[in-house]
């Protein structure tokens, strides 16, 4: 059986649900051999955290992972998979993901997709390209198939992993090293889910007027995360963390509503893919309303604090 | 200091973009310069103005490169028009459908070759939006990795370069020693509309186009193939009501009668 490799992923020193689906991922093509990269005493608490169909663990711990960041990184999964030779290596789909997937594939002379929505058995990856408009299915023909895969869109066998775990030794080479970190600053994590791993995102845009208690109320009342247009962060209404889109994240909860947000392409480009899509919009001509699978016509001031009390009311 | 600027002719955003034989089709859509390429245009600008400027025959220069069909010299114009000085484009038919495995190839190999001290990168193409060439570039060249950058403090004397990094993972501030390859974030700076006379300067400007022997390297194909792609049904405009004061109620009956509360 091929052995396929996963690259752990962390947010702090917490196990992110994305791991799972990484293994859930990278069980169907094979063994799945989990990747846990961490600073000096810290793999172990990790290790336990650990869910999924994860059979064995290799781990390195280093020093020069905070020092040195994504090319560290880079460079002692590169050493690892050209010793151990996995078939696949599965990465999380975000911005430091993508650029650990990108340089391990030019070191071990590999193919790379990014963004992947889904895997199949012999290694065919599901891609939702030009702002999920198109369906793309594609292979890596050359080396190991180095893939990233999207948060939140594969659902995760978390069954208690009993892995074997081996702790490998190995250090961070010299042309790796260029880079220094000399400060990092962790975005606080408020109490509401992750965007990207979020089963529900309400989002506010321009017709929020910066004002975002009304799409927070009921982002709570649903349990969702807080997202944002990019007219909203320009605006500096709310974080750039949470902006929702082209250049920002890309989601695909189960929900997505969309409040005082007109639409623009490259908005959309970011939630298309949402399995249920709701619009509350004052402008009944806005082009978010062509993709929404229930719109209200109105003004969000005016109906999200009765959406909100009717939730809560549905639910106590 | 020499700035490489990478960019990139893409799609507009607002064309509907579809797939032939498993590569985008680049001929039936208007092509724009990368919108988001333009911060890094934008930004290698700053970083020579603050240092003397990038005046002909000086110490500082911004040099374009792309990679795309002899068309993309519409996209690089711009860029020259914004006000840098020249421009590399290799063209030819073999690097159609190429994949960031080879766009990162040829650039780091026409970068290799051009001495610049930094190379400066947008976080990612709006059409293929992988954001792994830069890193890809760094790698290839052995040159630091300074990425998603927010800010970008250069030391022309020192041959340093600081960046604050900003992922959604968190804020970072890093440093290194030249050569270095960086990309920039779209909080980074309003890129400024090329002037009238930007624009007449950009048509005297040197746009040089090689194809891959001139630039020496061989093109392999693609290793990742596409099997099939098939457009997603649009979705279907839903139901839509007016709200007459019972429009949040509505709401929340729908997302009853869908289960998903």
Redesign the interface.
């Known amino acids: 059986m091929s052995n396929v490799f996963i690259l752990v992923d962390l947010q702090g020193d917490a196990v992110s649900k994305t791991t799972a689906e990484l293994a859930t991922a990278g069980a169907r093509m094979g063994e799945v051999t989990a990747i846990v990269l961490t600073q000096p005493g810290k793999s172990a608490a990790i290790v336990s955290t650990l869910t999924g169909p994860i059979s064995s663990v290799i781990s390195i711990e280093s020093e020069d992972l905070a020092t040195h960041g994504v090319p560290a990184y880079a460079d002692l999964i590169s050493q690892i998979v050209t010793e151990k030779k996995p078939s696949a290596l599965l990465i999380a789909s975000h911005a430091f993901g993508k650029e650990i997937a990108g340089r391990v594939a030019i070191a071990t002379d590999s193919g790379i997709i990014t963004d992947a929505v889904d895997v199949a058995a012999d290694g065919t990856a599901t891609q939702l390209v030009f702002g999920g408009s198109t369906t793309v299915h594609s292979k890596i023909s050359h080396g190991v198939s180095i893939m990233t895969i999207r948060p939140n869109t594969i659902e995760a066998n978390t069954a208690a992993a009993s892995p074997t775990v081996e702790n490998v030794t190995k250090s961070v080479s010299d042309v790796a090293k260029k880079v220094r970190i000399t400060a990092t600053q962790p975005f606080v994590k408020g109490g509401r889910p992750e965007l990207t791993e979020a089963n529900i995102v309400v989002s506010g845009g321009r017709g929020t007027n910066g004002d975002f208690a009304a799409v927070e109320g009921l982002a709570d009342a649903l349990g969702a995360a807080v997202g944002a247009s990019r007219a909203a962060t320009d605006a500096g209404w709310y974080p750039h963390t949470h902006q929702v889109g082209q250049t920002g994240k890309t989601v695909s909860p189960q929900l997505y509503v969309a409040c005082g947000i007109s639409g623009a392409i490259q908005h959309r480009a970011g939630m298309q893919t949402s399995k249920t899509i709701v619009v509350v919009n004052k402008d009944a001509e806005a082009p978010i309303f062509d993709i929404a699978d229930f719109g209200v016509i109105g003004d969000l001031f005016a109906v999200l604090p009765k959406a909100t009390e009717g939730v809560i009311a549905r639910k106590s | 200091m020499k700035i490489a600027v990478c960019v990139k002719q893409v799609p507009d955003?607002?064309a509907?973009?579809?797939?032939i034989n498993?590569t985008?089709d680049r001929e039936g859509v208007d092509a724009v310069l990368n919108d988001?390429d333009e911060y890094a245009v934008e930004e290698a600008l700053r970083i020579v103005e603050a240092h003397g400027g990038n005046e002909e025959g000086g110490a500082n220069s911004v040099t374009i490169i792309s990679m795309g069909p002899e068309r993309a010299t519409e996209a690089i114009r711009k860029a020259l028009s914004m006000g840098a000085n020249d421009a590399i484009l290799i063209s030819d038919g073999a690097l159609a459908g190429a994949?960031?495995?080879t766009t990162?190839a040829v650039l780091a190999k026409v970068i290799e070759t051009g001495g610049f001290d930094l190379v400066l990168c947008g976080?990612?193409s709006?059409?293929a939006?992988?954001?792994?060439?830069p890193?890809?570039i760094?790698?290839?060249l052995?040159?630091?990795?300074?990425?998603?950058a927010g800010s970008v403090v250069v030391d022309p004397a020192a041959s340093t370069v600081a960046i604050t990094?900003?992922?959604?993972?968190?804020?970072?501030?890093?440093?290194?020693?030249f050569p270095?390859v960086l990309s920039v974030?779209?909080?980074i700076n309003e890129p400024r509309y090329p002037s009238f006379k930007g624009i007449m300067a950009s048509k005297k400007k040197t746009i040089d186009v090689r194809d891959c022997a001139a630039i020496g390297i061989s093109v392999q194909?693609?290793?990742?193939?596409?099997?099939?792609?098939?457009?997603?049904p649009?979705?279907a405009?839903?139901?839509?009501?007016?709200?007459s004061g019972?429009?949040?109620?509505?709401?929340?009956?729908?997302?009853?009668g869908?289960k998903?509360?």
């Open positions: 955003s607002w509907e973009k579809k797939m498993g985008l988001l994949d960031a495995i990162s976080t990612e709006t059409d939006r992988m954001s792994v060439v890193a890809m760094s790698a290839r052995g040159w630091a990795q300074l990425t998603f990094r900003v992922t959604d993972a968190g804020v970072d501030s890093m440093g290194a020693s270095a974030i779209e909080k194909g693609a290793w990742s193939l596409v099997a099939d792609s098939a457009p997603r649009a979705r405009a839903g139901i839509k009501v007016t709200d019972d429009g949040g109620k509505e709401l929340v009956d729908f997302l009853a869908k998903l509360i």
